[in-house]
């Protein structure tokens, strides 16, 4: 276990030895993606006590209306209150989520986040803590609504969002039922753009007070995500991405060095 609130340069490279490897064996990008949430989860906490430093984790993935499962397309339809959406409308969908609640460790159960449909810029700006997803992981929100526009630079883009104290944030939302109610303190995450222009968000609600400096730790973290889930991306630009991914993530745990 890896303690959130004393994290390291160390702890870092475990864990992203630990986040490539997760997409070995596995099924799909939803498979992926339960395997990169539970185990941030579980392996992020006191060792002393066991007590987790996460309340929530959660992974977010960007795709076309028309390639959701029949089931997220009727959420995305309920959420935008209407009969149809464009084939092309880019939704926010809920890949995996890991939890202290039972709803929390399925999708599915989710009130409001299994699919949530992004029309346009207008439609993006009323969800601010998406917007700042967008925002901090240096995503253009244009580029998020239409992902052709960004493929040519998936490799240049990752970052990390931070929200250091959660409670006075306009960001995140649902402060009594949510960030009182669960002692969320801060939200840190990390994130970037496959090659086929698809963002993908990490999230994690945490117990513990996160610094700015420690969220900067995320930011390798990203790249060793993205390169559990680049199977699933489009196969003839997965060995290019994969290269540039590797070299990249050397110079971020060197960056991140003493």
Not at 70 to 97: G, H, N, V, W
Not at 208 to 237: D, M, Y
Request: aromatic share 8%; proline share 7%; with cysteine.
């Amino acid at each position: 276990m890896h303690d959130l609130s004393t994290f390291s340069l160390d702890d870092m490279i475990s864990f992203g030895a630990m986040l490539r490897g997760l997409g070995e064996g596995a099924r799909s990008m939803e498979d992926t993606a339960g395997r990169v949430v539970r185990a941030l989860y579980e392996n992020l906490g006191r060792p002393a006590t066991g007590a987790r430093s996460c309340a929530l984790v959660r992974f977010f993935e960007t795709e076309r209306f028309d390639a959701l499962p029949a089931e997220r397309r009727r959420f995305a339809l309920r959420m935008a209150a209407c009969d149809a959406l464009a084939p092309d409308t880019t939704c926010l969908q809920l890949l995996a989520s890991a939890g202290d609640e039972p709803a929390w460790n399925d999708p599915r159960a989710s009130a409001g986040h299994l699919a949530i449909p992004l029309p346009s810029e207008e439609a993006l700006a009323q969800m601010p803590m998406i917007a700042q997803l967008c925002t901090q992981l240096g995503i253009p929100t244009g580029s998020v609504l239409r992902p052709s526009w960004f493929t040519e630079k998936a490799e240049q883009t990752y970052d990390v969002f931070h929200v250091e104290h959660a409670a006075t944030s306009p960001y995140v939302p649902a402060k009594a039922s949510f960030v009182e109610r669960h002692g969320i303190r801060s939200v840190v995450g990390c994130g970037g753009v496959l090659p086929s222009g698809q963002m993908f968000a990490v999230l994690l609600f945490s117990k513990v007070h996160v610094t700015p400096a420690t969220a900067q730790l995320f930011r390798p973290l990203a790249l060793a995500i993205k390169l559990a889930i680049l199977p699933w991306s489009f196969a003839e630009q997965e060995d290019n991405a994969l290269s540039e991914a590797l070299r990249v993530m050397r110079e971020e745990v060197i960056a991140c060095g003493p």
